[in-house]
């Protein structure tokens, strides 16, 4: 009995405790992702891609006679990432209400560095892609990876001031909250008003459900449920059911459905999203995928459009008196968090599977999405690193 404890003490401060630290340190979700993405470019580049792209292509068909995603590819973007999108939607509503967007004055310098964030990088791709047949992927720059950029400029510590954090995490809120209006709007299919009809009366009863006190974790799930099948017929994207969702969700409920799901979504969705979506193989000609119009407009878009937006409407925004800067940063910091928003990845690699069929375009744009965010971290890396001294 007495070695079985033992034992079991040293699997905890060995294996469990590591693993705990690891996942609440604010590093984990980006590091997760990048050691997912190498793992799914490794294999995806070795003697076992034909068998690793064959699983996420295996056709899936757990209920005959229903329309549901077919392949696992489809589960895990149509339907996993519903959950994704339903933490995404809890944290926006919570900004919304108590957080950095609840006042026009708290708002209004995240919500202008989020439109020249999302503008200014759209126009840039467009310049290079506006004539061509992919003039259709101008939201893959648009978007940033909240917990990717916010794990990045943990990596600094101190340099990086709270108030910058603080500022990031709210752009990057309203940035998702704009990619997930693009989704709906300019990224479904043709809409069955039939399933739309359905869905509206679902949310309705939810509603209804929330406002008389009857909303239950069941009532969630089953509605939730039942909401993401009439949505994902009916030609909008299903994602957005878990948005949906979200909103409906008492604001009392908030914190605890957030942390009952943090884990589930950043440690096993999104990684299994990462290693299903970057199985890119890499052409031989690499450097020539590189050099199409379709990559410059990507990575311009994220490298340069990003931190040109946000630092231009902030100016913008700041000049006009309508805010004032985040508390005791400056300007090169302020470019240098814009920098960061360039790590579009997990919101981008899905607009890209939305924006395109051809697997070839898929891959070029995935290829131009992981550099872009290479280069977007060391470029707001190199410029928040800077010494405010040295500033002036």
Known sequence: MT??????????KQLISPIQEFIKDSRAVGVTLLVCTVVSLVLANSGFSEKYLSIIEREVHPVK???????ILHWIN???MALFFFLVGMEIKRELLLGELSSVKKASLPIAAALGGMIVPALIFLYFNGQSPYHSGWGIPMATDIAFSLGVASLLGSRVPVSLKIFLMALAIIDDLGAIAVIAVFYGGVINWMYLLAGAVLVLVLYLFTKFGWQRWGVTLVGGILLWYCILN??????IAGVLIAFLVPLGKLSHYEHSLHDFVNFIILPLFALANTAIVIPDN????????????????????????????????IRSGLSEPPTGTSW???????ALAGIG???????????FADPSAQNISKISILLGAILSIILGLVLLAIPRKNQN
């Open 234 to 239: 009916s030609g909008i994207h299903a994602t």
């Open 332 to 338: 090169v910091q302020l470019v240098g968090i814009g």
């Open 3 to 12: 070695a079985l404890i033992r034992l079991r003490r040293i699997i905890r």
């Open 65 to 71: 006679g229903l329309l549901l995603p077919h392949t």
């Open 345 to 355: 990845f997990t919101m981008s690699i899905f607009i890209t599977m939305l924006a």
């Open 286 to 317: 690499i450097s020539e995928a590189l050099m199409t119009h379709l990559s410059w407009g990507i990575i311009t878009g994220l490298v340069v459009g990003k931190p040109l937006g946000i630092s231009l409407f902030s100016w913008l925004t």
């Open 78 to 80: 149509d339907g996993l």
